[in-house]
């Protein structure tokens, strides 16, 4: 098994990166039990959550799950801090008032006494990131985090809080989980050059773009019952599933098909063994899903591919949008 530094921490993790945002909804308890039990059997060592996903549960299921077998100092686990837990109006945002209050409500709630990698979800476009730097960096100091990161922020605020960091002699983040995918790899024109740069581990989201790069639709406009994007805001949906997308779903299946793998599987072995690139993060809403995972663990993509995904999507280009979620992000995908 490839254990990767997670940053300049120098802790170790998988190479893949369990995600958890369909537990407690979705995924049934009993199920997500049995997801976590055979990632970790199979070396996953590296759990994703955030307090948001289903209002808590997705951490409760987590933490009693880690206390019941006695797993958690098995694994490095990480949740995060950002979106609305309340109807107030400080139950949200990257201000010290929330993050205090959530760290100990996400402590609670994953029966832990500290969290080894706590990320804000969003980055903070109210304030100064040097408050919320601050909160961050006094967890740490109180023993209830370990480490800190960012997620879904543009380079410049990325660099702008190492600099704060660095400034005030703060704790620094030490990762940044952006989208990324052979659908969307605009992050490898400034933050994937940054985080290389400055030692941050890249914990990428979305490497299936959402079921496309799987084969999961097969035209624009449709989407099966029960698929995310038919959960998700038609708006959303329509710049993610695009015609451009879906042609590069099916040039990756028929590569996938000569190469005795899945779609799926190839899809996430290329993000897997991209320059920057830590740990994909992986959300299986089945055991069957996490099972096609598991086997690209201990394979490497070959160079000889590579020129066949670049000629599909051209480096640091788009042809579908997964950064349409994100406030800062402007620009918008024409395919």
Known sequence: MEYRRLGRSGVLVSPLCLGTIDFGGLTSEEDSFAIMQKAVDGGINFLDTANVYNHGEGERVIGKFLKSR???????????VFGRMGEGPNDGGGT??????????????LQTDHIDLYQLHRPPMTHSQEETLRAFDDLIRAGK????????????????ALSISENYGLNHYISEQPP?????RRIEN??????QKHDLAIISYSPLAAGILAGRYGQTGTYPEGSRAHRWDKTLSAS?????????????????RERGLTASQLALLWTKDQPGITAPIIGP???????????????????????????????????????????WMKARVVS
Request: aromatic share 6%; with cysteine.
């Open 70 to 80: 006695n797993l958690r100092d098995q694994v490095v686990l990480a949740t995060k």
């Open 96 to 109: 010290r008032y929330h993050i205090i209050k959530a760290c100990e409500d996400s402590l609670r709630r």
């Open 145 to 160: 985090v370990r480490y800190m990161g960012c997620s879904t922020h543009p380079a410049w605020m990325v660099m702008e």
């Open 180 to 184: 990324y995918n052979l659908l969307d």
């Open 190 to 195: 400034e933050l994937v050059p940054l985080c």
């Open 240 to 256: 993610r599933i695009t015609q451009r997308g879906i042609d590069v779903a099916s040039a990756v299946d028929r590569m996938a």
């Open 285 to 327: 809403r089945t055991l069957a899903h996490l099972e096609d995972a598991l086997v690209i663990m201990d394979r490497t993509l070959e160079d000889a591919d590579r020129p066949l995904f670049d000629e599909l999507v051209h480096p640091g280009n788009a042809v579908s949008d997964f950064h349409n979620s994100n406030e």
